[in-house]
């Protein structure tokens, strides 16, 4: 397993690309900047399998359409985010004028459940707050927390959706995971669970 760190936009959003032992990728939150991801994609030889998104604000799916029209994956998000992706509003993406993004997800991510990526079997943990339908990914120790958990802290709940007492949950929930399990964060650099705690 390999992950290749790609912060893009104007936010700094981490893009993901987590890669299996036979150069299968898996694109995780590619928020902009999508030529700048696939020439990363390509120049070390990977082959996308599948997008997944923690959750649907527009600096983690603006990048989405354009890979998903080159590569011809699947688009998975948690049901509860689906509203936020359809609607410019929601994602926050109305505020960026004429580039307003709309994304029609393929595959629901389900709490408790694993999406297989050759060798690699990625655990999907509901941890909702800073959206309804945030999610954030556990594999081989590794948990991308999307705008759930950062290093010395966590997303904001006064957008449309968050809920600050489902955050609390979501953060507890996180912080008794292993402390020694790397935290790769949606903004930002990487931490460990230890640490956070």
Not at 5 to 11: A, D, H, R
Not at 88 to 99: D, F, T, V
Request: some cysteine; aromatic content about 8%.
């Amino acid at each position: 397993m390999n992950v290749i760190t790609i912060p893009v936009g104007m936010l700094g959003a981490n893009c993901y690309l987590l890669c299996s032992d036979q150069n299968n990728c898996a694109v995780i939150d590619p928020g902009a900047e999508p030529q700048r991801i696939a020439e990363k994609i390509e120049s070390e030889g990977l082959t996308p399998k599948m997008i997944l998104l923690t959750h649907a604000h527009f600096d983690h799916i603006g990048g989405v359409s354009w890979l998903k029209d080159r590569y011809g994956v699947p688009v998975w998000l948690h049901k509860a985010d689906w509203e936020l992706a359809l609607d410019p509003n929601k994602n926050l993406s109305s505020m960026l004028g004429s580039r307003q993004f709309v994304l029609q997800p393929d595959r629901a991510l389900v709490g408790g459940e694993q999406v297989p990526l050759d060798e690699l079997m990625i655990g999907v943990i509901e941890t909702p707050g800073h959206t309804p339908g945030g999610v954030s990914l556990l594999v081989n120790g590794t948990l991308f927390s999307g705008d759930t958990l950062f290093d010395g802290g966590y997303g904001r709940t006064d957008f449309w959706g968050g809920d600050w007492n489902a955050l609390a949950a979501s953060l507890k929930k996180l912080l008794e995971l292993p402390g020694e399990y790397r935290v790769l964060p949606g903004h930002g650099g990487q931490t460990t669970i230890a640490d956070q705690r």
